[in-house]
T-cell receptor, first 116, second 112 residues
Framework: GAVVSQHPSRVICKSGTSVKIECRSL??????MFWYRQFPKQSLMLMAT?????????EQGVEKDKFLINHASLTLSTLTVTSAHPEDSSFYIC????????????FGPGTRLTVT | GQQLNQSPQSMFIQEGEDVSMNCTSS?????WLWYKQDPGEGPVLLIA?????ELTSNGRLTAQFGITRKDSFLNISASIPSDVGIYFC????????????FGQGTRLTINP
């Protein structure tokens, strides 16, 4: 149980284009999903918290107009990187909470974004 | 942002050895979680701790929630090659929101 998927697993895009990453909870309903960014050999950096049906809460320093988050249903959240630049290249990981165990987060497999 | 102090940053051990790593903070946490991340994958939840003093096992893994609520440790007994990876502690603050604070990670390497 508590399986989270992400799509795509890898994406390469040209500078200036937008990329959408999907995060799905496969066997549970997730009222809250989280989006993280991870640089090589570093820890996870929380970008935003996404609650179903409401606007995402962004962490300080994260541009909400650049990283658009939509949590349209209890099983799907999307992250869109708009006008991507090479410095946006990173490993993006989502997580979801089941709601049963208040603070346990279950992570997706991650998406490797490379902007050329 | 706030981070947990996780140590050691890396470990190089022989197969069969026991492993111990810990996390400390100056703040009080109400939940401690331990995750393992393999290269190119998302973290996988290993153990969750909810009460001060709680000691929980998951196979060869044992973790404890410190009495002061400011620390936690993870032990791995009789390490095997598949234990290789990066281990992260994470916690939720007493006065915090629903988000987690993560440690810097412990990279475990095992020599066969």
């Amino acid at each position: 149980g508590a399986v989270v998927s992400q799509h795509p697993s890898r994406v390469i895009c040209k500078s200036g284009t937008s990329v959408k990453i999907e995060c799905r909870s496969l066997d549970f309903q997730a009222t809250t999903m989280f989006w993280y960014r991870q640089f090589p050999k570093q820890s996870l950096m929380l970008m935003a918290t996404s609650n179903e049906g409401s606007k995402a809460t962004y962490e300080q320093g994260v541009e909400k107009d650049k990283f658009l988050i939509n949590h349209a249903s209890l099983t799907l959240s999307t992250l869109t990187v708009t006008s991507a630049h090479p410095e946006d290249s990173s490993f993006y990981i989502c997580s979801a909470r089941t709601g049963l165990k208040k603070y346990e987060q279950y992570f997706g497999p991650g998406t490797r974004l490379t902007v050329t | 942002g706030q981070q947990l102090n996780q140590s050691p940053q890396s470990m190089f051990i022989q197969e069969g050895e026991d492993v111990s790593m810990n996390c400390t903070s100056s703040s009080i946490f109400n939940t401690w979680l331990w995750y393992k991340q393999d290269p190119g994958e998302g973290p996988v939840l290993l153990i969750a701790l909810y009460k001060a003093g709680e000691l929980t096992s998951n196979g060869r893994l044992t973790a404890q929630f410190g009495i002061t609520r400011k620390d936690s440790f993870l032990n791995i007994s009789a390490s095997i090659p598949s234990d290789v990876g990066i281990y992260f502690c994470a916690g939720s603050l007493i006065q915090g929101a629903q988000k987690l604070v993560f440690g810097q990670g412990t990279r475990l390497t095992i020599n066969p």
